[in-house]
Structure formats: C-alpha cells, structure tokens
C-alpha cells in the first residue's frame, strides 16, 4: 500500500446513482492495482481485500449489505442490533467489542483491510489505531468519506472535527462505488445504490402529498451527558439535516455543530411540532436509554408542556439512523410515515 496526502475536501459531489448507469451499460469490474484517494490517503490494492475488520455498525451493515459478510473477521464499534434485513448475514461475525477495540484484538482477526466509520477510531490520534499503524503491519485502512468530505479535521486532536458544508446521501453513494470497486462486485455496488434511491424516492414522496403548510417544526434528541441538563439535539449539518432537507422539515436550532448541547428552555421557546428520539443499546449515559428519555419529557416541568409531548407527536428511530449511513433511509421512512398523523389538515 503506498500513501499521499492530497487536500481531501471533494466538492461538488452531486451526481446522483441513476445517472452513472444512463448509457444502460453493466459496470465495470475492476482493474488492478487499485488506487483510490480516501480522507486523503492514497490506497493501493493489488487485489481484492478478503479479511475484513469493520468499526462502526455503519461499515459493518454496508459490507453485509454488499454481501460482502463472508470476508468479514470481526466488527467492533455498535450502537444497537442490526436491522432485520442484514441480521442472518451478521450472526456469526466475531463482535470484538461493543466500543473501541484495541489495536491488537483487531489485529489478532488478521485482517488485510480495516474500514472505519468515524475519523475518532482511525485517525491521527485514532481510539484504536492510526492508520499509519495499522499500514506498518500491512494492514489497508479505509475511512468512511461521510467522516471528511466537507469537514475539518486536526492532526492535533481526537475530535471528530467541524463539518463546514452541511451532509449529503451522495457521499454514502461514493462510498458504495468505491468499496464495490475495492472488492470487485460493481452490480452489488449499483443495486443498492439504486434500492436506496427508491426508498428515498418514495419516503420524498410521501412528504410532498400532505397539504402545503408552513414547514413542521422538529427537534432531534440523541443523549445527554446528565439527564436533568442540556440535551445532545441535532444542528444543520450532519444526518438528521438531510432528512429534513428530503421530507420539508424545519430544525428548530439552528447551529453549525452536528450535536450541539442545547437546554430545554431553549427548545421550549421553540415549540417543535415532532420530537425525534434516538433509541440505542449503548449506555454511556442515562438518556442513552429510551425509556428514561419518554418518562423524562412527560414529567419534567418544561418538556411535558412541549406541543410535541402534549399531542404525543414523538417519533422513535434507532441511533444509527440519525448517523451518516444507510440506516439513515430507515429514519427518512419512519418520519414521512408519521407525517400525516402530524401534519395539521387542510
């Protein structure tokens, strides 16, 4: 593997799936060597990796969605159980942790090829690794596009680093291209690209058929660092903008952080139409908990007073889906599913 360091801010990335196969041609299957840029790195592959250790459950279903699980050794990095559809593909993969592993529990699965979904776990100052760790043992790093293109991360720190142009699903579809080039299964790569677009497609769809109305107001509610204190909501860069983009939705903060702390007099102030909350096995913090968030915002003084809890106007999606991922279609569906229940009548 040979590594350079190019400027990794890709702009302009709007080309949407369909159009790569407007000639009507099969895809192409891949020549070798292989070089492609990634968060500025340059990987070179002269075959198709055939060990794989993913971090991050958004690596982790994107290469079962690929059908891609037999060459999976292991996956660490988990927010809650896979969805239905890739569940049999994934029961036997070694889970190495539910967090970060080490470098040498990922290390003893013997991969040739690590895919990361943040930055934090294989960057500069990566939780488990850098990369140039991992590549001193002959190992191939990859990391989610999702995670650099349009943001600005430090050699100095761990931090996930400032998003300064807002998400887009096109850079889960560049990802798709490029990690079915990597292991040579170009129609896998375009059949899911395109299922995904049709999703999107119809969960749009549905937004568009409510009457026209001033757009919904909505708040994203991840976690807490302390229950009683300041809520983890979502701004209008990461995931949850890009739903709100699709179904015409409005996010009543309006902050350049993806997960600002923000209190809940100032979303009292607001008075969101729909509470979006995040629901996740882990349990770093109390409000991780589903259950304990529901039972916060229909007794706490403030939040029990929200038009949102009052009319029970609350939407459930699953952590991950509120992440840069597939599973971000998932949330997409739940919320335009919800709509008409909400959405004031003509």
């Not at 971090?55 to 239905?84: C, I, K, S, Y």
């Not at 770093?284 to 007073?305: G, S």
């Amino acid at each position: 593997m040979r590594i350079g360091i190019r400027g990794w801010l890709m702009g302009g990335i709007t080309t949407l799936w369909c159009s790569l196969a407007a000639a009507g041609s099969a895809p192409a299957h891949t020549s070798w060597p292989l070089v492609i840029d990634n968060c500025g790195h340059q990987v070179t592959l002269d075959r198709p990796p055939e060990r794989v250790v993913t971090l991050g459950q958004h690596e982790t279903e994107l290469f079962l969605a690929l059908g891609l699980d037999d060459r999976m050794a292991g996956t660490g990095v988990w927010f809650g159980p896979l969805p239905e559809r890739l569940a049999a593909r994934g029961r036997d993969i070694p889970r190495l942790s539910d967090n970060a592993p080490s470098l040498e529990a990922v290390a003893a699965r013997r991969p040739d090829f690590v895919a990361a979904q943040y930055t934090y776990h294989l960057g500069p100052h990566g939780e488990v690794a850098t990369r140039h760790q991992f590549e001193e043992l002959g190992i191939a790093t990859w990391v989610s596009p999702s995670d650099c293109i349009g943001k600005q991360v430090t050699d100095t720190s761990n931090s996930d680093g400032a998003r300064v142009r807002p998400f887009t699903m096109a850079q889960i579809l560049l990802e798709i291209r490029q990690l079915a080039r990597i292991f040579d299964v170009p129609a896998r790569g375009e059949a899911l690209g395109r299922a995904l677009e049709e999703r999107i497609r119809k969960a749009r769809q549905q937004a568009a058929s409510l009457p026209e109305k001033a757009p919904l107001k909505v708040v994203y509610w991840f976690s807490s660092p302390r229950l009683q204190g300041d809520a983890w909501v979502a701004g209008n860069m990461g995931a949850p903008a890009w739903i709100n983009r699709e179904l015409h939705l409005e996010n009543v903060i309006d902050s350049t952080q993806e997960w600002p702390t923000v209190s809940w007099e100032r979303i009292a102030a607001a008075d969101p139409d729909i509470i979006v909350l995040a629901d996740m096995e882990r349990r770093l913090y109390p409000a991780d908990d589903i259950a304990q968030k529901l039972a916060f915002l229909r007794a706490d003084p403030v939040t029990r007073e929200l038009r949102a809890v009052r009319n029970n106007h609350v939407v459930i999606v699953p952590a991950q889906s509120l992440n840069p991922s597939l599973r971000m279609v998932d949330a997409l569906e739940r919320i335009s599913q919800a709509l008409p229940d909400i959405a004031p009548a003509s």
